[in-house]
């Protein structure tokens, strides 16, 4: 079996750019992945564009940090929620710790940026 691929976003004021980001991981040609969003203490509309546009599966709380999964075309998609801004290395751990049990690899994506349509597979 493939291994399991979690691209790991780290949001903080890219509403901008956040969904394109997302999108991006979820259209890969690699089948076997999730998508994780920690958002570092937005204060723009990040995480409202992110619920308006995905609908939410589950909500419960991991070590006091609010989660969110929702379902896109057969992916999944966390979205953490950090009460502020600790900093992009500080939201990447978070989502490697959260993930751990259920990720063989990580795809480091910024959430500005997006990624080529192949970029796990290759």
């Known amino acids: 079996m ?7 976003i780290a949001n903080h004021n890219y509403g901008e750019w956040v969904l394109d980001s997302i999108k991006s991981a ?13 958002d570092d203490g937005s204060t723009d509309e990040s995480v409202k ?22 379902y896109s075309n ?7 929620c ?11 751990n978070v989502g490697i710790e959260m993930t751990l049990d259920h990720s063989d690899a990580y795809a ?8 080529h349509s192949n970029k796990v597979s290759t």
Do not use: H
């Open 2 to 8: 493939e291994p399991k691929v979690n691209v790991l």
């Open 26 to 38: 979820l259209n890969q040609d690699y089948q076997n992945l999730f998508v994780t969003v920690v």
């Open 49 to 70: 564009k992110i619920n308006q546009t995905f609908k939410i599966n589950s909500e419960y709380e991991w070590k006091n940090i609010p989660i969110k999964s929702y």
């Open 74 to 80: 057969d992916k999944l998609v966390y979205l953490a």
């Open 82 to 92: 950090l009460d502020r801004s600790y900093g992009p290395a500080k939201a990447r």
């Open 108 to 115: 480091i994506l910024d959430a500005d940026d997006c990624m």
